[in-house]
């Protein structure tokens, strides 16, 4: 039920943000997660020769203002469970304190920051070149307690993942149409602008050619 109705949602949204909305703040609700995240990969800064690719955070819910400006975009190479999922396209899952600071102790400031002791985070994979999956972004959700993530929790996740890649690379598609329609109407206003100066042009033109036709002055000095 929790996933039909998130489904339904992510049906509704419109823009990368929309969808980040529905898959924080409504995840986080429904599953009781002390934060939530979504975050997209991009391309690495173009200075950076041979830099991994980086993500950056579209949207979030409980994380402190220093965690943010920490990870507000973060390269693939980071530690932590998100960075790994996008590396790899692999869910991440920690259980408890134990298991998570095993897994990614280099994080270990993170978890103290965030209180943590669980980890839910899964890739948003869509199909790539050749029909390869492509991982486009990754949303993650923590706990302050332990919390078992058995088969039917891990199932959830993971179809809202799916649901939530479709959704991104839908959003996407409509931004890329907008920006090129609006591209086409601004070329066709410069079109029309320029139509309209050449016309003044040529009818300027017309208006001076007694001016500078010699026989239509000599004419006029007869006159």
């Given at each position: 039920?929790?996933?039909?109705?998130?489904?339904?949602?992510?049906?509704?949204?419109?823009?990368?943000?929309?969808?980040?909305?529905?898959?924080?703040?409504?995840?986080?609700?429904?599953?009781?997660?002390?934060?939530?995240?979504?975050?997209?990969?991009?391309?690495?800064?173009?200075?950076?020769?041979?830099?991994?690719?980086?993500?950056?955070?579209?949207?979030?819910?409980?994380?402190?203002?220093?965690?943010?400006?920490?990870?507000?975009?973060?390269?693939?190479?980071?530690?932590?469970?998100?960075?790994?999922?996008?590396?790899?396209?692999?869910?991440?899952?920690?259980?408890?304190?134990?298991?998570?600071?095993?897994?990614?102790?280099?994080?270990?400031?993170?978890?103290?920051?965030?209180?943590?002791?669980?980890?839910?985070?899964?890739?948003?994979?869509?199909?790539?070149?050749?029909?390869?999956?492509?991982?486009?972004?990754?949303?993650?959700?923590?706990?302050?307690?332990?919390?078992?993530?058995?088969?039917?929790?891990?199932?959830?996740?993971?179809?809202?993942?799916?649901?939530?890649?479709?959704?991104v690379e839908r959003a996407r598609l409509l931004e890329a149409e907008r920006a090129a329609r609006a591209?086409?109407?601004?070329?066709?206003?410069?079109?029309?602008?320029?139509?309209?100066?050449?016309?003044?042009?040529?009818?300027?033109?017309?208006?001076?050619?007694?001016?500078?036709?010699?026989?239509?002055?000599m004419a006029a000095s007869a006159r």
């Amino acid at each position: 039920a929790q996933l039909q109705a998130l489904t339904a949602a992510l049906a509704g949204a419109r823009t990368v943000d929309e969808v980040a909305a529905v898959v924080v703040a409504e995840a986080v609700a429904a599953t009781r997660a002390a934060t939530g995240m979504l975050a997209v990969r991009v391309p690495a800064d173009a200075a950076a020769d041979g830099a991994p690719d980086e993500a950056v955070i579209v949207r979030h819910a409980g994380l402190p203002a220093g965690v943010v400006d920490r990870y507000a975009r973060f390269s693939l190479d980071a530690p932590g469970p998100a960075a790994r999922c996008l590396r790899t396209g692999e869910a991440q899952w920690a259980e408890s304190r134990d298991v998570l600071l095993a897994r990614f102790p280099d994080a270990a400031p993170t978890w103290d920051a965030l209180r943590t002791h669980a980890v839910a985070t899964v890739p948003l994979a869509v199909a790539g070149p050749g029909g390869a999956p492509a991982v486009v972004g990754a949303m993650s959700y923590t706990w302050t307690a332990p919390r078992p993530l058995g088969p039917d929790d891990r199932a959830f996740f993971l179809a809202l993942g799916r649901q939530a890649a479709q959704a991104v690379e839908r959003a996407r598609l409509l931004e890329a149409e907008r920006a090129a329609r609006a591209e086409a109407e601004r070329r066709g206003e410069e079109l029309a602008a320029a139509g309209r100066r050449a016309r003044f042009l040529a009818d300027l033109g017309q208006a001076l050619q007694p001016l500078t036709d010699p026989d239509a002055l000599m004419a006029a000095s007869a006159r």
